[in-house]
């Protein structure tokens, strides 16, 4: 069973930056991907930004050109770095790794973006 456990959420004014980590208990090696997802309150959860094992990356259309996926396969980590945040970035954002025959998730970290 791998654990995955985010941080760097917090509170932040629009225009602000903050950059999101998920740190793996075992080896991202030979993965199909990694990806972060949000869920805002009253809404699903969507796919936010992917990384597949290798390198590929996709966004959905509001975040690109804002948030870059990134990994550290030495650290086992996943990263997400946010710029020019607005309000409606406010969500939950949770990890998630994709090892092709199992799916693991992220207890989540808060992200609220002040206008």
């Known amino acids: 069973q791998v654990q995955l456990v985010e941080s760097g959420g917090g509170l932040v004014q629009a225009g602000g930056s903050l950059r999101l980590s998920c740190v793996a208990s075992?080896?991202?090696?030979?993965?199909?991907?990694m990806g972060w997802y949000r869920q805002a309150p009253g809404k699903e959860r969507e796919l936010v930004a992917i990384i597949t094992g290798g390198g590929s990356t996709n966004y959905v259309d509001s975040v690109k050109g804002r948030f870059t996926i990134s990994t550290d396969n030495a650290k086992n980590t996943v990263y997400l770095q946010m710029k020019s945040l607005k309000p409606e970035d406010t969500a939950v954002y949770y990890c998630?790794?994709?090892?092709?025959?199992?799916?693991?998730w992220g207890q989540g970290t808060q992200v609220t973006v002040s206008s």
């Open positions: 998630n790794l994709n090892r092709w025959t199992v799916v693991y």
């Open positions: 075992e080896s991202i090696f030979s993965i199909k991907s």
